[in-house]
């Protein structure tokens, strides 16, 4: 399993956001880019059934 690259997963996040007008300045969107919010969870939940509904 091949896993998403983190920095442009958070480029496409504050891509998203700016193009919802949510962004308003380009220093939220440079905190948006640098935040490494993969480091603050641990496991990824998947909507699946499974035993714990944990994907690790």
Known sequence: MTLPDP???R???????????VLKTPGWRKAV???PRELFLPT???DETGP????H
């Open 7 to 9: 920095v442009r997963l």
């Open 11 to 21: 480029q496409a996040l504050a891509e998203r956001l700016e193009e919802g007008s």
């Open 33 to 35: 880019e640098a935040v």
């Open 44 to 46: 990824f939940f998947k």
């Open 52 to 55: 714990d509904g944990l994907f």
